[in-house]
């Protein structure tokens, strides 16, 4: 596959990133780049300048793991990124076709399998939610669904957590921390375009957010990448108010490309209580139709 570009435009942000403070090397006066020369990247990997500026200008077919660990190395890649070069050198060799293997094409055909479905509904202490690397809600618990209510309530968001983030204005009163969710859905879809180049979902996922959004293309533009494991959220639920949730995101080894999220809430904080009480809430509504809204 082409994907020199990717390739040109991941490495350069890297490079630009680092100060040569940084890596104990003088700053100078007469810099016209921002961090670190191609020369200076050059040599923290043991390579000459000409290998390392045909690697930045997108050749990465037939780069050894030595040569991809070098290049991680000196740029000080974390894990999400180091992981990303490497995707996209598979890419560039033609073998991720090998290594990752076709997934249906698009969220609406794929259903979980009923022990899959079981374990989300057992999991009744936190939303708990199947995505792919599009970020498409694929199966969810009860919990879930009245957690994400304001994204399932808007067919345009095709249950989709980049289209919510980006396209409805409803995200902004969920997310208080807006900003910093939509860094997280650009983060995880860069990655997932490393990974798998050739899901069209994604492709056209990217193109309308493009088109229709600035503050997507904005942070597209910056070729950061994100694995999203574990940490903490805060949200603005409708009906509970605000909320501090942790989350684990666990890869499905029976799906390839799938994982679980769960969310749960500190023991005895007023988190806790807010999710009992959508809980509660959803009962009722699932119970009894004509309260629902």
């Known amino acids: 596959m082409d994907n020199r570009e990717e390739v040109r435009e991941f490495l350069t942000s890297r490079r630009a990133k680092i100060t040569p403070e940084q890596v104990d090397l003088p700053a100078g006066s007469r810099r016209r780049v921002p961090g670190l020369r191609r020369s200076e990247v050059a040599a923290l990997a043991d390579m000459s300048v000409e290998y390392y500026a045909k690697l930045e200008r997108g050749n990465l077919a037939g780069a050894s793991p030595a040569v991809l660990e070098a290049v991680a190395r000196a740029l000080r890649l974390d894990d999400a990124e180091r992981a990303h070069l490497l995707n996209l050198a598979r890419a560039a060799d033609g073998s991720d076709a090998l290594t990752h293997p076709r997934r249906r094409a698009a969220a609406r055909q794929w259903t979980p399998h009923r022990s899959l479905q079981w374990t989300l509904d057992a999991i009744t202490a936190g939303p708990a939610v199947v995505c792919n690397g599009r970020t498409d809600i694929l ?11 304001d994204l399932l309530a808007n067919g ?30 650009v983060a995880i879809l860069r990655r997932e375009a490393g990974r798998d180049p050739h899901d069209k979902g994604l492709h056209d996922l990217i193109g309308e957010l493009s088109t229709r959004s600035e503050d997507f293309r904005t942070r597209w533009g910056a070729h950061n990448v994100r694995r999203h494991g574990t940490g903490t959220k805060r949200f603005r639920h409708s009906a509970v108010g605000d909320l501090t949730l942790a989350y684990e995101s666990l890869d499905l080894a029976a799906e390839p490309g799938l994982s679980m999220t769960i969310y749960t809430a500190e023991p005895g904080s007023p988190s806790e209580e807010g999710l009992r009480l959508l809980a509660s809430l959803a009962a009722t509504e699932n119970a009894d139709p004509a309260v629902r809204r």
């Open 139 to 149: 199966a969810a618990n009860p919990l879930a669904r009245a957690f994400y209510a």
């Open 156 to 185: 345009d968001n095709q249950r989709n957590l980049a289209r919510f983030n980006f396209l409805d204005p409803a995200s902004r009163r969920f997310y208080p921390d807006w900003e910093l969710f939509g860094d997280m859905a």
